[in-house]
């Protein structure tokens, strides 16, 4: 029998999270998509600041990807305000997530159970928006992922990402702040991979600078803006060290 794949082993891992009550796995409720829809509304692509309004422009009408988006959070508030909206997973959960709000509040959504380490399952050019919230971490190479985004995306098109900034990986909050080494990366590192198999935290990596936003810039985006965040609890959140970066990032016309 094939060992698992660590992309395998992540979606369960996370439709396990799902099952214990994870944060990220909870859809919204009615009136969180009622107030959208009143044009009342705010969503996250990292821990706690919401993404400002500004970095999407009119939604209504456009074409949107939620990529590694599911979880009925973010997609049901642009489907609210007007957006075309299509979610790729590769969590099942999730994705019965985002069927569930759909089917309760009465809008259509095209959801696409995938991997984001292949080749997107879309034409060129095929969106006006990607909003892309933290999850490069659950991957162990972020460069093919922008030059996918990059393809999809319509000219002009704007990707909007939330990157873990490699903190959460370097310092280990249980055991007093001890520092660890960098880069995380459980399938070169068998003691890190012994780490988060004890933890049941699936196979998550480190990522630079380099990788995160040299690695938009080197698939040919334009970086517009970026904002900085914490975790919003832990030691790191307390001493004020931010540990995510949103982008928002545009294809030349």
């Not at 796995?25 to 692509?45: E, R």
């Amino acid at each position: 029998m094939c060992e698992k794949s660590y992309q395998d082993i992540n979606a369960e891992t996370i439709d396990r999270w799902i099952d214990e009550g994870w944060e990220w796995g909870k859809a919204i409720d009615h009136q969180t998509y009622a107030d959208a829809l009143a044009g009342k509304w705010d969503v996250l692509l990292t821990p706690t600041k919401p993404v400002p309004h500004e970095w999407f422009g009119e939604l209504r009408g456009k074409k949107l990807l939620g990529l590694a988006s599911g979880g009925g959070q973010q997609m049901p508030v642009f489907a609210a305000l007007g957006a075309d909206c299509t979610v790729l997973d590769y969590s099942v959960k999730q994705l019965e997530s985002e069927r569930m709000v759909a089917e309760r509040e009465g809008y259509s959504i095209e959801t696409v159970r995938a991997d984001m380490t292949k080749r997107l399952p879309f034409e060129d050019n095929s969106f006006d928006i990607i909003f892309h919230p933290v999850s490069n971490c659950y991957v162990r190479e972020v460069e093919p992922i922008w030059r996918e985004c990059f393809r999809v995306l319509k000219p002009g098109g704007i990707l909007l990402s939330g990157l873990d900034m490699g903190w959460n990986f370097a310092i280990d909050e249980e055991h007093n702040c001890r520092l660890c080494r960098l880069p995380f990366d459980p399938l070169a590192d068998a003691e890190q991979r012994k780490v988060l198999e004890e933890a049941g935290d699936g196979v998550q990596f480190s990522h630079t600078v380099t990788e995160q936003i040299g690695g938009q810039l080197k698939a040919g985006f334009i970086l517009t803006d970026l904002y900085e965040d914490t975790n919003g609890t832990g030691v790191l959140h307390a001493y004020g060290i931010p540990s995510f970066t949103a982008t928002r990032a545009v294809k030349p016309e």
